[in-house]
């Protein structure tokens, strides 16, 4: 007697393919072209769909789930406006390899093309900010479409992949096979790098005098954070983190010097442009980091490892390229120096730590309390920061809080920091501290947003209340879009065309949070600082949101004014830039 394969619809077989996945968390929003797929969602027992507010939302949350876990995160929309909503998240994950799968309905494949009712060409239109898009109009492509979805968003450089499905594919009748193999012909990431650059590399590491370690988000990525250790403390090389880095070496640890880019320390900007020798460990060179390119490290050789190809002399050019997965390429490099320390050959970066040493000492991070008295956010996030520890989550908005942030937390372990470096997305701190939130239940996920960040997507907290993900929320607030406040008053004569908010009278945060079933509280003064955030790190039950009422005009610094050389940075307010490039110093 012969068996019938089961006959199921499209929908039930894209269910199906999702918990073949191993996906137990999508957020989304129903519509109707992606309506078929929400009744079969249904009936999952392993799939818990979080209903958002939002499709920006249910995208950021998807990258929040993804930052937090390691695993893929997954997102729904419906077509249309459904699924251009999404298309800022996208644009965000794939800006900072966040991997992540969009699934959109579009509509019946006959009505494509015809400006049919809530149609968009949203492959078309995420073609370049995906790492890949599919259009799926045959039911029985569902399940092998899915599989290499999550294969190629995750594997190699991860990234974004959106899978649009014609609501006839989802209607029709199928039956369910998953894929044992992938096949993908031409997609084959380069995991293993090549020894000959190896030992090139760690020949130079020994002979350099001025080295630096310029650590990436790719080494997060590569889960390569124990072998950065050991490469550091073997070779006793200067290491520097970027803002897509924080956490993948410890914040106290000797070696560090920081956060190197626009608002970096002076020592991490410093080293940088003073080495000879840059081993970029999954970096690309970002404009906010080398500041005006030709004349960033002018006297620095450069060995660039990047699992992806084409990040490899994009900016600047690479005496030694490696290709390959950090973490191979990390423990590779251990091997060959410790095979260059057996020959006798070690690096002499004695002379080097004496002026790194100087630097560190008289420039190190600070800010001054405002004369008025009001509350420094500075000191608000600092306290968030020693109170609520290392092992908690800390996911920024974007802007001034995003740096202070990024300066005033100590981050000791990888996966503690989530934020948009990339693309600069405001709004994404609530939605995304969400998906942290629901993907690591038992961690304390704190967003910390702007009043202009906070009110692009704060819809989210009602997510929150109802769905029981009780994220902790700090405002900075300081009426005002702060970043670009601090621009106009660097340079354009104070002239401040559309930036004040007037948030601390519109609206009352404290009642919003209220009004989406959180806790509200509000903090002015310095003295209940410590108080306010304990007293929200004791609710464990409902979101709580945390007004800090501060300072206006605190600025971001250091900072290397855009578009300039990282040789022009200033380390103080109405200072013009101080550094003597022949001594390698910041003027007094």
Request: with cysteine.
């Amino acid at each position: 007697m012969t068996v019938q394969p089961e006959q199921l619809s499209g929908a039930q077989s894209l269910v199906r393919s999702l918990e073949a996945a191993g996906v137990d968390t999508v957020f989304g929003i129903p519509g109707g072209a992606i309506l078929p797929l929400y009744d079969p969602l249904m009936d999952s027992t392993t799939i818990r769909h979080v209903l958002v507010r939002h499709e920006q939302g249910a995208g950021h949350a998807a990258e929040g789930f993804a930052q937090a876990t390691g695993r893929v995160g997954v997102c729904m929309a419906t077509s249309g406006p459904g699924a251009t909503n999404l298309v800022t998240p996208i644009a965000d994950a794939y800006m900072d390899s966040v991997p992540i799968v969009a699934i959109t309905g579009q509509v019946p494949s006959a009505a494509i093309g015809t400006d049919a009712f809530q149609e968009a060409d949203i492959r078309g239109i995420t073609m370049p900010i995906t790492k890949h898009n599919y259009l799926v109009t045959d039911p029985d492509d569902i399940p092998r479409t899915i599989a290499e979805a999550f294969h190629i968003a995750s594997t190699g450089r991860p990234g974004p992949v959106l899978v649009d499905v014609s609501k006839d594919a989802l209607q029709a009748a199928t039956t369910f096979h998953w894929p044992t193999t992938i096949d993908l012909p031409g997609y084959h990431p380069v995991t293993r790098p090549h020894g000959k650059q190896i030992r090139e590399a760690a020949r130079m590491m020994a002979e350099a005098r001025r080295p630096v370690l310029y650590v990436g988000g790719g080494v997060l990525k590569a889960r390569a954070w124990g072998e950065l250790l050991t490469l550091a403390e073997l070779t006793g090389i200067p290491v520097v983190t970027t803002l897509m880095a924080r956490g993948a070496f410890p914040d106290s640890h000797h070696l560090h010097l920081g956060m190197p880019g626009m608002h970096g320390t002076v020592a991490a900007v410093t080293a940088l442009q003073k080495s000879d020798l840059i081993i970029s460990l999954g970096a690309r060179f970002d404009d906010r980091v080398t500041g005006k390119l030709a004349s960033f490290a002018p006297d620095a050789k450069v060995i660039h490892a990047d699992i992806d190809p084409a990040e490899i002399s994009k900016n600047r050019t690479a005496d030694v390229p490696i290709v390959g997965d950090c973490r191979d390429v990390i423990a590779d490099l251990v091997l060959a120096v410790k095979a260059e320390h057996d020959a006798g050959r070690h690096g002499d970066y004695e002379g080097w730590w004496a002026q790194v040493h100087h630097w560190r000492a008289t420039y190190p991070l600070g800010y001054e309390r405002p004369a008025d008295g009001s509350l420094a956010p500075q000191y608000v996030i600092e306290r968030i920061g020693q109170i609520a520890g290392p092992d908690a989550l800390y996911v920024a908005g974007v802007g001034q809080h995003q740096m202070w942030a990024a300066q005033f937390i100590s981050y000791e372990k990888p996966g503690t920091w989530l934020n948009s470096g990339g693309l600069g997305t405001m709004g994404y701190a609530v939605p995304a501290a969400m998906g942290a939130k629901a993907g690591r239940p038992e961690a304390t996920v704190w967003a910390i947003d702007g009043d202009g960040c906070f009110q692009m997507t704060n819809q989210e907290l009602a997510t929150c209340a109802i769905n029981n993900i009780p994220i902790k929320v700090a405002i900075i607030n300081n009426g005002t879009l702060g970043m670009v406040r601090q621009w106009q008053t660097l340079f354009y004569n104070e002239r401040y065309s559309n930036t004040d908010l007037d948030s601390r009278r519109i609206p009352d945060f404290v009642k919003l949070a209220e009004a989406y079933g959180c806790v509200g509280l509000r903090c002015e003064k310095a003295e209940e600082v410590d108080a306010t955030i304990t007293k929200a790190m004791e609710i464990d039950d409902q979101p709580v949101v945390v007004d800090f009422t501060v300072h206006q005009d605190a600025m971001v610094w250091p900072m290397v004014p855009a578009g300039t050389s990282n040789d022009e940075i200033q380390v103080a307010r109405d200072m013009a830039p101080q550094w003597d490039t022949e001594a390698g110093e910041v003027r007094s």
